[in-house]
């Protein structure tokens, strides 16, 4: 059984940092896209960093320079180093995981608004408080 888990989340001021992980357990990691979502209030899932099983990532426009998605094959961890955070960033963050196929994660379709419906495996979310 695949079981992904978040941690890492807080309250922080506008401009600082966090580092989530996604601890994996059961199936084959390194042969997983994963990919973070995150979903603020009253808003829908929005994919936000995905990486493919050879390590190229993808990013969404507002998020490209603040937000590093990486992964640790060692210990079966995917990882999402947020700064400069704006409280529009402000939600639940979640990661998924999936067997790749077509390149989805290095297109970033991964991430696009059809995103979600290709991964089979959440997390539960780890909540993430931006204040101005």
């Known amino acids: 059984k695949v079981q992904l888990r978040e941690f890492g989340g807080g309250s922080v001021p506008a401009g600082g940092s966090l580092n989530l992980s996604c601890k994996v357990s059961g199936g084959t990691f390194s042969s997983y896209c994963m990919a973070w979502f995150r979903q603020a209030p009253g808003k829908e899932r929005e994919g936000v960093a995905g990486?493919?099983?050879?390590?190229?990532?993808s990013y969404i426009d507002s998020v490209k320079g603040r937000f590093t998605i990486s992964k640790d094959l060692a210990s079966n961890t995917l990882y999402l180093q947020i700064n400069n955070l704006q409280p529009e960033d402000t939600g639940i963050y979640y990661c998924a995981a999936e067997g790749c196929w077509n390149g989805y994660c290095k297109t970033g379709f991964c991430i696009t608004r059809d995103g979600p419906q290709l991964f089979g495996f959440w997390g539960q979310g780890t909540q993430v408080n931006v204040s101005s």
């Open positions: 990486v493919e099983d050879d390590g190229t990532t």
